[in-house]
């Protein structure tokens, strides 16, 4: 979200660069899992695109521990 709000107080569309994030909450039957699932799979599939995906743990984590 702050990165959101840093890159609209800028004039910009934060979407045009930040890259592809996912928020799963609810685990494999949250419906943002079965998007990120059907992305990676596309992605998976073609060879023009590298994929690194960084899966982070849960809720109240976000400090990079156990990534």
């Known amino acids: ?11 910009q569309d934060p979407f045009d660069v930040l890259p592809l994030t996912f928020h799963i909450k609810d685990g494999l039957t949250d ?20 994929n690194v995906w960084i899966v982070k743990p849960g809720e109240n984590t976000n400090r990079g521990t156990g990534i």
Do not use: G, H, Q, V
């Open 31 to 50: 419906p943002e899992y079965a998007d990120f699932k059907k992305t990676f799979e596309e992605y998976s599939k073609n060879p023009c695109f590298k």
């Open 1 to 11: 979200m702050n990165m959101k709000l840093y890159y609209e107080a800028l004039t």
